[in-house]
Protein backbone atom coordinates (compact mmCIF):
# COMPACT_ATOMS: atom_id res chain seq x y z
CA UNK A 1 0.00 0.00 0.00
CA UNK A 2 1.33 3.39 -1.06
CA UNK A 3 2.09 5.93 1.95
CA UNK A 4 1.46 8.84 -0.49
CA UNK A 5 -1.65 10.35 -0.57
CA UNK A 6 -3.55 10.68 -3.94
CA UNK A 7 -5.72 13.90 -5.53
CA UNK A 8 -9.28 13.52 -6.30
CA UNK A 9 -10.34 13.20 -10.22
CA UNK A 10 -13.16 15.81 -8.79
CA UNK A 11 -10.33 18.64 -6.99
CA UNK A 12 -8.08 17.92 -10.12
CA UNK A 13 -10.84 18.70 -13.27
CA UNK A 14 -12.00 21.78 -10.53
CA UNK A 15 -7.95 23.16 -10.61
CA UNK A 16 -8.35 22.53 -14.17
CA UNK A 17 -11.71 24.24 -14.93
CA UNK A 18 -10.32 27.54 -12.53
CA UNK A 19 -7.16 27.46 -14.73
CA UNK A 20 -9.28 27.93 -18.19
CA UNK A 21 -11.43 30.45 -16.05
CA UNK A 22 -7.96 32.42 -15.30
CA UNK A 23 -7.20 31.87 -19.14
CA UNK A 24 -10.51 33.88 -20.35
CA UNK A 25 -9.76 36.55 -17.58
CA UNK A 26 -6.51 37.63 -19.54
CA UNK A 27 -7.15 41.09 -20.40
CA UNK A 28 -6.16 42.29 -24.40
CA UNK A 29 -2.75 43.41 -25.56
CA UNK A 30 -2.08 47.12 -25.08
CA UNK A 31 -1.02 49.21 -27.28
CA UNK A 32 2.43 50.67 -27.10
CA UNK A 33 0.50 53.80 -26.18
CA UNK A 34 -2.14 52.68 -23.55
CA UNK A 35 0.94 50.84 -22.33
CA UNK A 36 3.58 53.78 -21.96
CA UNK A 37 0.43 55.70 -20.40
CA UNK A 38 -0.22 53.33 -17.82
CA UNK A 39 3.42 53.09 -17.17
CA UNK A 40 3.46 56.74 -16.37
CA UNK A 41 0.52 56.84 -14.11
CA UNK A 42 1.71 53.01 -12.05
CA UNK A 43 5.23 54.32 -11.50
CA UNK A 44 3.77 57.72 -10.47
CA UNK A 45 0.94 56.03 -8.13
CA UNK A 46 3.69 53.86 -6.34
CA UNK A 47 5.60 56.55 -5.91
CA UNK A 48 3.40 58.67 -4.05
CA UNK A 49 2.24 55.91 -2.23
CA UNK A 50 5.84 54.47 -0.89
CA UNK A 51 4.73 51.25 -2.44
CA UNK A 52 7.56 48.73 -3.85
CA UNK A 53 6.56 46.38 -6.74
CA UNK A 54 8.12 43.04 -6.19
CA UNK A 55 7.56 40.72 -9.51
CA UNK A 56 8.35 36.82 -10.02
CA UNK A 57 9.86 35.68 -13.02
CA UNK A 58 6.87 33.94 -14.67
CA UNK A 59 4.98 37.44 -15.00
CA UNK A 60 5.00 39.79 -18.19
CA UNK A 61 7.88 41.33 -19.40
CA UNK A 62 6.97 45.07 -18.54
CA UNK A 63 6.16 43.99 -15.01
CA UNK A 64 9.30 43.10 -14.50
CA UNK A 65 11.18 45.97 -15.72
CA UNK A 66 8.42 48.27 -14.03
CA UNK A 67 9.46 46.60 -10.88
CA UNK A 68 13.57 47.06 -11.35
CA UNK A 69 13.05 50.89 -12.79
CA UNK A 70 11.22 51.53 -9.64
CA UNK A 71 13.41 50.01 -7.12
CA UNK A 72 11.38 47.02 -6.57
CA UNK A 73 12.80 43.64 -7.13
CA UNK A 74 12.08 40.73 -9.57
CA UNK A 75 12.88 37.26 -8.43
CA UNK A 76 12.02 33.77 -7.46
CA UNK A 77 9.64 33.10 -4.39
CA UNK A 78 12.29 32.65 -1.84
CA UNK A 79 14.21 36.12 -3.01
CA UNK A 80 11.22 38.23 -3.31
CA UNK A 81 10.08 37.40 0.69
CA UNK A 82 13.63 37.67 1.12
CA UNK A 83 13.49 41.54 -0.20
CA UNK A 84 10.10 42.44 1.14
CA UNK A 85 11.59 41.66 4.67
CA UNK A 86 14.66 43.81 3.90
CA UNK A 87 13.14 46.96 2.01
CA UNK A 88 11.61 49.71 4.04
CA UNK A 89 8.32 50.56 1.43
CA UNK A 90 5.09 51.00 3.65
CA UNK A 91 3.03 48.78 0.86
CA UNK A 92 4.30 45.78 -0.99
CA UNK A 93 2.55 45.05 -4.46
CA UNK A 94 3.09 41.54 -5.34
CA UNK A 95 3.49 40.76 -8.96
CA UNK A 96 2.57 36.74 -9.04
CA UNK A 97 -0.01 34.25 -6.99
CA UNK A 98 -1.66 34.27 -3.50
CA UNK A 99 0.72 32.40 -1.85
CA UNK A 100 3.83 34.80 -2.81
CA UNK A 101 1.61 37.79 -1.28
CA UNK A 102 1.16 35.37 2.08
CA UNK A 103 4.17 34.97 2.63
CA UNK A 104 5.28 38.15 1.67
CA UNK A 105 2.45 38.93 4.66
CA UNK A 106 3.76 36.37 6.89
CA UNK A 107 7.47 37.79 6.94
CA UNK A 108 6.44 41.58 7.14
CA UNK A 109 3.27 41.96 9.12
CA UNK A 110 3.33 45.31 9.75
CA UNK A 111 3.50 46.39 5.99
CA UNK A 112 0.34 46.02 3.54
CA UNK A 113 0.72 43.42 1.10
CA UNK A 114 -1.28 43.98 -1.77
CA UNK A 115 -2.19 41.50 -4.92
CA UNK A 116 -2.47 42.64 -8.16
CA UNK A 117 -4.93 40.12 -8.66
CA UNK A 118 -6.22 37.88 -5.79
CA UNK A 119 -7.62 35.47 -7.80
CA UNK A 120 -3.96 34.32 -9.14
CA UNK A 121 -3.80 30.97 -8.08
CA UNK A 122 -1.60 28.50 -7.76
CA UNK A 123 -2.64 24.29 -8.80
CA UNK A 124 -0.23 23.39 -5.88
CA UNK A 125 -1.68 25.10 -3.52
CA UNK A 126 -5.31 24.37 -4.57
CA UNK A 127 -4.37 20.62 -4.37
CA UNK A 128 -3.19 21.05 -1.05
CA UNK A 129 -6.15 22.05 1.16
CA UNK A 130 -5.39 22.96 5.27
CA UNK A 131 -8.12 20.50 6.56
CA UNK A 132 -6.86 17.52 4.68
CA UNK A 133 -3.22 17.99 5.04
CA UNK A 134 -3.65 18.70 8.61
CA UNK A 135 -5.10 15.28 8.94
CA UNK A 136 -2.73 13.59 6.47
CA UNK A 137 -0.06 15.12 8.80
CA UNK A 138 -1.79 13.57 11.88
CA UNK A 139 -1.27 9.97 10.29
CA UNK A 140 2.44 10.76 9.81
CA UNK A 141 2.93 11.51 13.29
CA UNK A 142 6.85 10.52 13.28
CA UNK A 143 7.66 12.70 10.27
CA UNK A 144 9.51 16.34 9.58
CA UNK A 145 6.57 17.99 7.38
CA UNK A 146 8.52 20.19 4.68
CA UNK A 147 6.64 21.78 2.45
CA UNK A 148 6.80 23.93 -0.52
CA UNK A 149 6.73 27.44 -0.66
CA UNK A 150 3.61 26.69 -3.24
CA UNK A 151 1.15 26.19 -0.47
CA UNK A 152 -1.23 28.35 1.67
CA UNK A 153 -0.27 29.90 4.64
CA UNK A 154 -2.42 27.72 6.46
CA UNK A 155 -0.21 24.72 5.37
CA UNK A 156 2.91 26.12 6.10
CA UNK A 157 1.97 26.77 9.70
CA UNK A 158 1.73 23.00 9.96
CA UNK A 159 5.09 22.67 8.80
CA UNK A 160 7.79 22.18 10.32
CA UNK A 161 10.00 23.47 7.31
CA UNK A 162 9.23 25.26 4.01
CA UNK A 163 11.17 24.74 0.94
CA UNK A 164 11.80 26.20 -2.57
CA UNK A 165 12.95 24.66 -5.19
CA UNK A 166 16.24 26.35 -5.15
CA UNK A 167 17.07 24.38 -1.11
CA UNK A 168 15.08 21.28 -2.04
CA UNK A 169 17.95 18.92 -2.59
CA UNK A 170 20.11 20.73 0.44
CA UNK A 171 17.40 20.73 2.68
CA UNK A 172 15.89 17.62 2.66
CA UNK A 173 19.31 15.91 1.93
CA UNK A 174 20.74 17.93 5.46
CA UNK A 175 17.38 16.43 7.35
CA UNK A 176 17.99 12.66 5.77
CA UNK A 177 21.45 12.97 7.04
CA UNK A 178 19.97 13.29 10.26
CA UNK A 179 17.80 10.21 10.12
CA UNK A 180 14.85 12.23 10.03
CA UNK A 181 12.21 10.82 7.86
CA UNK A 182 9.83 13.45 5.42
CA UNK A 183 6.33 14.08 4.63
CA UNK A 184 6.96 16.10 1.46
CA UNK A 185 3.93 18.25 0.01
CA UNK A 186 2.37 19.40 -2.11
CA UNK A 187 4.36 18.97 -5.47
CA UNK A 188 4.73 14.97 -6.22
CA UNK A 189 7.24 15.49 -9.34
CA UNK A 190 9.99 17.89 -7.32
CA UNK A 191 9.05 15.16 -4.15
CA UNK A 192 9.94 12.36 -6.29
CA UNK A 193 13.16 14.14 -7.85
CA UNK A 194 14.71 14.86 -4.35
CA UNK A 195 13.67 11.69 -3.00
CA UNK A 196 15.79 10.02 -6.33
CA UNK A 197 18.45 12.28 -5.39
CA UNK A 198 18.99 11.79 -1.83
CA UNK A 199 17.17 8.11 -1.35
CA UNK A 200 15.92 10.15 1.56
CA UNK A 201 12.68 8.71 3.74
CA UNK A 202 9.85 10.55 1.68
CA UNK A 203 5.94 10.09 1.62
CA UNK A 204 4.64 12.57 -0.76
CA UNK A 205 1.27 14.41 -1.31
CA UNK A 206 0.73 13.88 -4.74
CA UNK A 207 -0.33 17.66 -6.31
CA UNK A 208 1.56 19.15 -9.72
CA UNK A 209 1.75 22.74 -11.61
CA UNK A 210 -0.48 22.41 -14.39
CA UNK A 211 2.28 24.10 -16.03
CA UNK A 212 5.26 21.98 -15.93
CA UNK A 213 3.37 18.23 -15.86
CA UNK A 214 2.44 19.38 -19.59
CA UNK A 215 5.70 19.15 -20.44
CA UNK A 216 6.24 15.73 -22.65
CA UNK A 217 9.78 13.75 -22.58
CA UNK A 218 9.18 11.86 -25.84
CA UNK A 219 8.87 15.21 -28.04
CA UNK A 220 11.62 16.80 -25.52
CA UNK A 221 13.94 14.11 -27.00
CA UNK A 222 13.25 14.36 -30.38
CA UNK A 223 13.68 18.08 -30.57
CA UNK A 224 17.12 17.24 -28.71
CA UNK A 225 18.08 15.09 -31.39
CA UNK A 226 17.54 17.81 -34.18
CA UNK A 227 19.24 20.23 -32.05
CA UNK A 228 22.07 17.81 -30.53
CA UNK A 229 24.12 21.12 -29.15
CA UNK A 230 21.43 22.67 -27.17
CA UNK A 231 21.53 22.40 -23.29
CA UNK A 232 18.08 21.27 -21.45
CA UNK A 233 17.49 23.47 -18.90
CA UNK A 234 14.34 21.78 -16.42
CA UNK A 235 12.53 22.89 -13.46
CA UNK A 236 11.72 20.28 -11.11
CA UNK A 237 8.30 20.42 -10.77
CA UNK A 238 8.24 18.37 -14.66
CA UNK A 239 7.54 14.79 -14.90
CA UNK A 240 10.58 12.50 -14.29
CA UNK A 241 11.30 11.23 -17.90
CA UNK A 242 11.53 15.36 -18.73
CA UNK A 243 13.85 15.79 -15.97
CA UNK A 244 15.69 12.45 -17.11
CA UNK A 245 16.79 14.74 -19.92
CA UNK A 246 18.24 17.59 -18.37
CA UNK A 247 21.26 18.90 -18.40
CA UNK A 248 20.74 21.29 -15.59
CA UNK A 249 17.68 20.91 -13.13
CA UNK A 250 17.11 23.65 -11.27
CA UNK A 251 14.64 26.98 -9.78
CA UNK A 252 14.31 29.73 -11.52
CA UNK A 253 17.19 31.40 -10.53
CA UNK A 254 19.48 28.50 -11.27
CA UNK A 255 18.11 27.99 -14.76
CA UNK A 256 18.79 31.98 -15.80
CA UNK A 257 22.19 31.63 -13.80
CA UNK A 258 22.76 28.50 -15.85
CA UNK A 259 22.04 30.06 -19.41
CA UNK A 260 24.77 32.89 -18.80
CA UNK A 261 27.46 30.51 -17.55
CA UNK A 262 27.09 27.19 -19.37
CA UNK A 263 28.77 26.94 -22.54
CA UNK A 264 26.10 27.04 -25.63
CA UNK A 265 24.46 29.09 -27.57
CA UNK A 266 21.05 27.47 -27.60
CA UNK A 267 18.88 26.23 -24.67
CA UNK A 268 15.44 24.01 -24.87
CA UNK A 269 13.88 25.55 -21.50
CA UNK A 270 11.24 23.51 -19.61
CA UNK A 271 9.75 25.99 -17.29
CA UNK A 272 6.83 28.80 -17.74
CA UNK A 273 7.46 31.05 -20.51
CA UNK A 274 7.85 34.58 -18.85
CA UNK A 275 11.47 33.16 -17.67
CA UNK A 276 12.56 34.13 -20.91
CA UNK A 277 12.51 37.80 -20.37
CA UNK A 278 15.31 37.73 -17.81
CA UNK A 279 17.29 34.61 -19.83
CA UNK A 280 17.67 36.73 -22.66
CA UNK A 281 18.80 39.59 -20.48
CA UNK A 282 21.62 37.49 -18.70
CA UNK A 283 22.61 35.76 -22.00
CA UNK A 284 22.24 38.14 -24.76
CA UNK A 285 22.77 36.49 -28.09
CA UNK A 286 21.66 33.37 -27.00
CA UNK A 287 18.62 30.78 -28.97
CA UNK A 288 16.16 30.35 -26.25
CA UNK A 289 13.52 27.54 -27.16
CA UNK A 290 10.34 26.69 -25.01
CA UNK A 291 10.47 22.66 -24.46
CA UNK A 292 7.98 20.90 -25.85
CA UNK A 293 4.45 20.62 -23.83
CA UNK A 294 1.58 19.69 -26.72
CA UNK A 295 -0.63 16.99 -27.05
CA UNK A 296 -2.86 14.95 -25.02
CA UNK A 297 -4.39 16.09 -21.63
CA UNK A 298 -2.22 19.40 -22.36
CA UNK A 299 -3.86 22.76 -21.36
CA UNK A 300 -2.71 24.39 -24.81
CA UNK A 301 -1.05 23.40 -27.73
CA UNK A 302 2.53 24.50 -27.08
CA UNK A 303 1.96 28.15 -24.23
CA UNK A 304 3.88 26.62 -21.11
CA UNK A 305 2.30 29.49 -19.54
CA UNK A 306 0.43 30.30 -16.17
CA UNK A 307 -2.98 31.01 -16.47
CA UNK A 308 -2.67 32.88 -13.04
CA UNK A 309 0.64 34.45 -13.52
CA UNK A 310 -0.90 36.23 -16.78
CA UNK A 311 -3.52 37.99 -14.83
CA UNK A 312 -0.75 40.05 -13.47
CA UNK A 313 -0.83 42.87 -15.72
CA UNK A 314 -0.61 47.33 -15.78
CA UNK A 315 -4.25 47.45 -15.95
CA UNK A 316 -4.91 45.44 -13.12
CA UNK A 317 -1.88 46.99 -11.56
CA UNK A 318 -3.04 50.12 -11.47
CA UNK A 319 -6.52 49.34 -10.02
CA UNK A 320 -4.68 47.84 -7.44
CA UNK A 321 -2.66 51.31 -6.77
CA UNK A 322 -5.68 53.24 -7.01
CA UNK A 323 -8.38 51.51 -4.94
CA UNK A 324 -5.94 50.10 -1.98
CA UNK A 325 -8.17 46.91 -2.96
CA UNK A 326 -6.74 42.92 -2.64
CA UNK A 327 -4.76 43.21 0.77
CA UNK A 328 -3.70 40.19 2.01
CA UNK A 329 -5.20 39.81 6.02
CA UNK A 330 -3.92 36.45 7.68
CA UNK A 331 -4.83 35.26 11.27
CA UNK A 332 -2.16 35.92 13.59
CA UNK A 333 -2.03 33.20 15.05
CA UNK A 334 -1.84 31.36 11.73
CA UNK A 335 0.69 33.87 10.91
CA UNK A 336 3.39 33.17 13.64
CA UNK A 337 3.26 29.59 12.83
CA UNK A 338 4.12 29.71 9.17
CA UNK A 339 6.37 32.72 10.28
CA UNK A 340 8.38 29.76 12.12
CA UNK A 341 9.12 27.69 9.28
CA UNK A 342 9.53 30.25 6.27
CA UNK A 343 12.25 31.70 8.74
CA UNK A 344 13.96 28.53 9.39
CA UNK A 345 14.12 28.14 5.72
CA UNK A 346 15.61 31.57 5.03
CA UNK A 347 18.26 30.56 7.70
CA UNK A 348 19.08 27.95 5.96
CA UNK A 349 19.72 28.79 2.83
CA UNK A 350 21.90 31.74 4.17
CA UNK A 351 23.88 28.98 6.39
CA UNK A 352 23.68 27.19 3.09
CA UNK A 353 25.04 29.84 0.87
CA UNK A 354 27.81 31.62 3.07
CA UNK A 355 29.03 28.27 4.65
S1 LIG B 1 3.57 27.99 -12.91
FE1 LIG B 1 2.73 26.22 -11.78
S2 LIG B 1 3.76 26.32 -9.79
FE2 LIG B 1 3.99 28.33 -10.75
S3 LIG B 1 2.24 29.51 -10.00
FE3 LIG B 1 1.61 28.63 -11.97
S4 LIG B 1 0.57 26.73 -11.38
FE4 LIG B 1 1.78 27.36 -9.60
Do not use: Y
Given at each position: MSLNISI???????????????EHRRNPRLSATQQDELLTRTKSLLKTQNAVLVAHYYVDAELQDLAEETGGFVGDSLEMARFGLENDADTIIVA????MGETAKILSPEKRVLMIETSAECSLDLACPGDEFNEFCDMHPDRTVVVYAN??????????????SSIALDLIKDLSTRGE??????DKFLGAYVQ??????MVLWQGSCIVHEDFKAT?????KQHL??????????????????????GSTTQIINAARDLDADTFIVATERGIFHKMQQ???????????NAGEGAMCESCAECPWMKLNDLPRLEHTLKTGKNEILIDETVRKQAARSITRMVEFNTRDRTA
Open positions: PNTRQKTIRDLAVQAGVRFTSAEVKARADWVATKILWAPKETAADALEALPDAKVLVHPESPGPVIALADVVAAPGKTFIAAP
